[in-house]
C-alpha cells in the first residue's frame, strides 16, 4: 500500500471517528442536561441517529453510492427490511397475545 493511499484510509478514518464522536456526544448532553423539550430531545436524538448511521456506512463500512458498492448498500437496506419486518411482526404478536389474555 502507498504512503499516499495510507494517509487517505487513516484521514478517513479519523474524520469518522471524529464525527461518529460527535454525533453520540450531542445526544448525550441533551440527555443529560435537559433543560430542552421531549420533543426537541427526541428530534435532535433521530437526526443523530440517522447520521450517525450514514456516518459507519460511509467511514467505516466504506460504502457510497458508487456503481460498485450499491450492491452492497441494497444487501444492507435488505437485511434492515426483514430485521423491521421481523421485529414489527413479533411486537404485533406479542401485543396482541397479551391483549388477549387480559
Not at 7 to 32: K, S
Not at 34 to 60: D, E, H, K, N, S
Not at 92 to 100: E, K, S, T
Request: charged share 10%; hydrophobic share 60%; aromatic share 12%.
Amino acid at each position: 500500500m502507498s504512503e499516499m493511499n495510507y494517509q487517505h484510509e487513516v484521514r478517513g478514518y479519523l474524520t469518522g471517528f471524529a464525527l461518529a464522536l460527535f454525533l453520540t456526544l450531542v445526544p448525550f448532553a441533551f440527555v443529560v442536561w435537559g433543560g430542552f423539550g421531549a420533543v426537541a430531545t427526541l428530534i435532535v436524538l433521530g437526526g443523530c441517529a440517522l447520521a450517525q448511521f450514514v456516518v459507519q456506512l460511509r467511514f467505516f463500512l466504506h460504502i457510497d453510492l458508487h456503481r460498485q458498492k450499491r450492491e452492497d448498500l441494497q444487501l444492507i437496506l435488505f437485511s434492515i427490511l426483514l430485521l423491521v419486518i421481523m421485529a414489527g411482526g413479533t411486537i404485533w404478536i406479542v401485543g396482541n397475545l397479551g391483549m388477549r389474555m387480559m
